[in-house]
């Protein structure tokens, strides 16, 4: 759906830049991950309909005061280049995020933040470090929201919002929005509000499957024939009307029918990229996190963490990943191009 578009954060085509990266692999390196992802928190103040991180907030868990201080200066001598900082729930909800947001910055990593937005107001200062803040409203009224989530807070998440863009005039902010059957009808109106909050972009894209549900057999696309065709035509009277990159749909990680779709035959992502959790484990795959078939190893201290990357286990984890268990892909475009450009040349790529 990107077309010809100016580029913006949502362009797949930046995995060219990770060639290098990938033809160390080839090579049988592991080089650094280019981005970590830290969970600071397993728990969250919402009740999705569509959580993926059950398993993870029943188990309550954060960072230490010691892994939050320690965590940044580790990172750095890595090699890391980005931060995500997300969670198998809530990250503000951890008593000493801005601590740890501050940390990052202090060391010159880039940051990025998942947030549901309801506590922003606590650490308004603190998310001026990072380059970008992602806001899942995931609705455009107070009624689809509280039913969506459980909880009456779009207002309060949309003034977070506003309050944020004050605060921070050169901050991205991205209205993020998972496309369910019971929100459909509310795209115009949340795109809208976006709008209006002063937002960078747009980011719609489909509920997929979870790795639980994969486990459970259900695997099948959520959403009925209709309820694609209706959502795809909101979505793309949306981006006729925009000249300037500020919608963003992301299907492309899907079937038509906005089902599982890997057209891939491994994964190699796990090489890129990993997940630092709060029990202490090291997650390989963000869609999978708990699972302890993509899970690298434990730590006690951050020190810990680079002595099992690029190990026999990490190579082990990669290889035997059986792709029938994934859901949607958040790296596909990785996988997928690493397979027609690297693991194979089927385009005689010297021939520029």
């Not at 077309?3 to 085509?13: A, N």
């Not at 309909?49 to 954060?62: A, D, L, P």
């Not at 997928?336 to 194979?344: G, I, K, S």
Request: glycine share 8%; with cysteine.
């Amino acid at each position: 759906m990107q077309g010809d578009r100016i580029p913006t954060p949502f362009d797949g085509r930046k995995v060219a830049y990770h060639l290098p990266h990938w033809s160390a692999m080839e090579r049988g390196e592991i080089p650094p991950p280019v981005l970590v992802t830290l969970d600071p928190a397993a728990a969250c103040n919402l009740v999705c309909r569509w959580c993926n991180s059950e398993e993870q907030t029943e188990k309550g868990v954060r960072y230490s005061a010691a892994a939050i201080v320690a965590l940044p200066a580790m990172l750095r001598r890595w090699g890391v280049k980005a931060v995500c900082v997300a969670g198998g729930g809530e990250p503000l909800l951890h008593p000493r995020i801005s601590t740890l947001l501050e940390g990052l910055h202090a060391e010159g990593l880039e940051i990025g933040v998942v947030t549901n937005g309801t506590l922003i107001d606590r650490h308004m200062d603190a998310l001026g470090c990072c380059r970008w803040v992602g806001v899942s409203v995931d609705a455009g009224s107070s009624r689809t929201y509280e039913d969506l989530k459980r909880r009456d807070q779009y207002g309060a998440v949309t003034e977070n919002m506003r309050q944020l863009r004050a605060r921070w005039p050169a901050l991205e902010i991205t209205y993020k929005y998972l496309v369910h059957p019971d929100n459909i009808e509310d795209i115009p109106e949340a795109a809208s509000a976006a709008r209006s909050i002063g937002c960078n972009y747009f980011h719609a894209r489909p509920a997929g499957r979870t790795w639980v549900d994969v486990q459970a057999g259900r695997v099948s696309s959520p959403f009925t024939v209709p309820q694609v065709t209706r959502a795809s035509e909101l979505l793309a009277t949306l981006e006729s009307c925009d000249d300037n990159g500020f919608i963003q749909a992301t299907t492309s990680k899907f079937s038509d029918a906005w089902g599982i779709s890997n057209r891939f035959d491994k994964c190699r992502a796990m090489g890129m990229t990993c997940v630092i959790q709060p029990d202490n484990t090291i997650g390989l795959c963000c869609d999978r996190r708990g699972d302890s078939r993509t899970t690298l190893g434990t730590w006690e201290h951050p020190d810990d963490i680079p002595k099992l990357w690029g190990n026999a286990a990490h190579w082990r984890a990669m290889s035997l990943v059986n792709l029938d268990d994934c859901p949607r892909c958040t790296y596909a475009p990785h996988n997928e191009l690493y397979e027609a450009f690297v693991a194979n040349d089927h385009t005689c790529k010297w021939f520029i």
